[in-house]
C-alpha cells in the first residue's frame, strides 16, 4: 500500500524518495520489521535547555496526586509569554508521550492569567521529563489478518476547582499499538459520575465513528463493532437504555448518539474493571506505582528495553 501510494504521488507531483523515515519535525522514528518507536529524545532535551532545566532534579510522575490549581490563585503573576511558551513546548510532546498529556492539559486551562504555583507545576513535568526523556511510544507491527481497532473512555467527576466540571479522556489502538489519545475538559457540568463517564463515552464515540470511515479508506474496514471499554456499568446501562427517567432525562441529546450507533452494530461500550482502564491516565494525577504500570500498558517505554511494554 505503501509503494502505490508513493507511485501515484510521484505521477502527480516532482517527488524523491528518501527511503524509511526516521527524522520529521522533532519526531525520531526507529523503523524495524517486528515494530516501530517513536520519541522526541531531542526535541524533549531542547525544552530542558530553553527553560533552562538540563540540570533539574528528576521526579517519579508529571503531576502531584495532591495538587489542585484554581484561576483564583493568589500567587506572584509569572510572564504570560514565558508560561505559554512553556505550555506550547510540552503540548507537541504529548505526540509521543501521552504520559504526561493529563498534567498538560491541567496547566494549559491557565494561559491568559499564570501564577507562581501553575509555574511551578509545569516545571514539575521538566523535571519529570529531565528522568525519562529516552521514553517513546512503541508499536509492535501487526500479523497479517484483520486490523482491531478498540478504545478506552474515561472520566474524573468534578475534577475542576473552578466550575466542578470534569475531564474526559479516551484513546484507541490497532490491535496492540496505541495510536491516538485525548484529555480534555468537559463542556457541561456532569451531576453525577455516570452521566461525567457518558459524557466521556461520546467523546470518544464520535472518534471511533471517525477512525473507522478512515481505515475503510485504507483498506482495513471494521466489520465487527468497535469496543470501547468504560469502567462505570451506569454508564454502560445508560448507553443501551433508550428508555428516559429521572436521573437521565436532563442529560442533552447530543450525548445519547451512543444509543443509536450500538443499535447500529458500530461501536460497542463495554464494561471493564479498573484496572484494566487504560484512559485512567487522562483523567486525574496517579500515584507512582498505578501511572507506571498504566504508562507501560499504553506502550511507553525506552527503545532498548521494549520488553517492559
Known amino acids: 500500500m505503501i509503494q502505490e501510494f508513493k507511485d501515484e504521488m510521484k505521477k502527480m507531483f516532482e517527488m524523491s524518495d528518501l527511503g524509511m523515515m526516521n527524522y520529521f519535525l522533532g519526531m525520531e522514528v526507529m523503523q524495524s520489521s517486528?515494530?516501530?518507536?517513536?520519541?522526541?529524545?531531542?526535541?524533549?532535551?531542547?525544552?530542558?535547555?530553553?527553560?533552562?532545566?538540563?540540570?533539574?532534579?528528576?521526579?517519579?510522575?508529571?503531576?502531584?496526586?495532591?495538587?489542585?490549581?484554581?484561576?483564583?490563585?493568589?500567587?506572584?503573576?509569572?510572564?504570560?509569554?514565558?508560561?505559554?511558551?512553556?505550555?506550547g513546548s510540552l503540548q507537541y510532546l504529548t505526540a509521543?508521550?501521552?504520559?504526561?498529556?493529563?498534567?498538560?492539559?491541567?496547566?494549559?486551562?491557565?494561559?491568559h492569567s499564570p501564577?507562581?504555583?501553575?509555574?511551578?507545576?509545569?516545571?514539575?513535568?521538566?523535571r519529570y521529563i529531565k528522568g525519562t526523556i529516552d521514553l517513546g511510544i512503541f508499536c509492535p507491527r501487526s500479523s497479517e489478518g484483520a486490523v482491531e481497532l478498540?478504545?478506552?473512555?474515561?472520566?474524573?467527576?468534578?475534577?475542576c476547582v473552578d466550575d466542578s466540571r470534569s475531564t474526559s479522556g479516551y484513546l484507541f489502538s490497532l490491535n496492540s499499538g496505541v495510536f491516538t489519545w485525548s484529555s480534555k475538559k468537559q463542556e457541561t457540568t456532569a451531576q453525577s459520575t455516570a452521566e461525567a463517564e457518558y459524557i466521556a463515552a461520546a467523546a470518544a464515540v464520535n472518534q471511533a465513528i471517525w477512525l473507522r470511515k478512515m481505515l475503510k479508506d485504507l483498506g482495513h474496514?471494521?466489520?465487527?463493532?468497535?469496543?470501547?471499554?468504560?469502567?462505570?456499568?451506569s454508564a454502560v446501562s445508560i448507553s443501551k437504555n433508550p428508555v428516559f427517567h429521572g436521573r437521565t432525562k436532563h442529560i442533552k441529546i447530543k450525548?445519547?448518539?451512543?444509543?443509536?450507533v450500538q443499535q447500529s452494530n458500530e461501536v460497542m461500550l463495554i464494561?471493564?474493571?479498573?484496572?484494566?482502564?487504560?484512559?485512567?491516565?487522562?483523567?486525574?494525577?496517579?500515584p507512582k506505582e498505578r501511572f507506571e504500570t498504566l504508562r507501560q500498558m499504553i506502550g511507553i517505554c525506552r527503545q532498548n528495553v521494549k520488553e517492559e511494554c
Open 34 to 87: 517486528n515494530d516501530i518507536f517513536t520519541c522526541q529524545k531531542k526535541y524533549a532535551s531542547d525544552i530542558l535547555k530553553r527553560f533552562k532545566m538540563e540540570d533539574c532534579k528528576p521526579v517519579g510522575t508529571p503531576m502531584t496526586t495532591s495538587i489542585k490549581l484554581s484561576k483564583d490563585d493568589e500567587s506572584e503573576k509569572v510572564d504570560e509569554s514565558l508560561y505559554r511558551g512553556l505550555i
Open 96 to 111: 509521543s508521550r501521552p504520559d504526561i498529556l493529563f498534567a498538560v492539559s491541567i496547566l494549559s486551562r491557565f494561559m
Open 115 to 126: 501564577r507562581e504555583t501553575h509555574f511551578i507545576a509545569a516545571k514539575r513535568i521538566l
Open 150 to 159: 478498540r478504545g478506552y473512555t474515561d472520566s474524573d467527576w468534578g475534577g
Open 221 to 233: 474496514e471494521q466489520v465487527e463493532a468497535t469496543k470501547i471499554m468504560c469502567d462505570n456499568s
Open 255 to 260: 450525548f445519547h448518539f451512543i444509543r443509536e
Open 271 to 286: 464494561h471493564c474493571s479498573s484496572e484494566e482502564q487504560l484512559a485512567d491516565i487522562f483523567t486525574k494525577p496517579l
